[in-house]
């Protein structure tokens, strides 16, 4: 599986974006995915998780009501809309599969996830 984000960028804030993460290969639709991130002279921390099947996500405290996970199997593209953007927000963003998920869960930490992107740059200005 190959993972590639794009729709970083600079911000200022207040101001929204959306991340998009394209998988390959045919075990998207079947994978649980993560967002993650990581700011300069920090670990690498979980942002947001959905199930294989969508219809269950979870947010690490410091996002809940200001970032959405989504996915679109048809399209093999995970996603998170990001709204009312803090400097705090400002990292690089991975998103994570993980392709044989046990039963319909969410996962959080970064060893659940067996593969990753690159990652895409947030920067968000005060």
């Known amino acids: 599986v190959q993972l590639v984000e794009s729709g970083g960028g600079s911000v200022q804030a207040g101001g929204s974006l959306r991340l998009s993460c394209a998988a390959s290969?045919?075990?998207?639709?079947?994978?649980?995915m993560g967002w993650f991130r990581q700011a300069p002279g920090k670990e690498r921390e979980f942002v947001a998780a959905i199930t294989w099947r969508g219809g269950t996500v979870y947010y690490t405290d410091s996002v809940k009501g200001r970032f959405t996970i989504s996915r679109d199997n048809a399209k093999n593209t995970l996603y998170i809309q990001m709204n009312s953007l803090s400097p705090q927000d400002t990292a690089r963003y991975y998103c994570?599969?993980?392709?044989?998920?046990?039963?319909?869960?969410?996962?959080?930490?970064?060893?659940?996830?067996?593969?990753w992107g690159q990652g895409t740059q947030v920067t968000v200005s005060s």
């Open positions: 994570a599969a993980r392709t044989t998920p046990t039963g319909n869960y969410y996962y959080t930490a970064e060893y659940d996830y067996e593969y």
């Open positions: 290969g045919r075990t998207f639709s079947s994978s649980a």
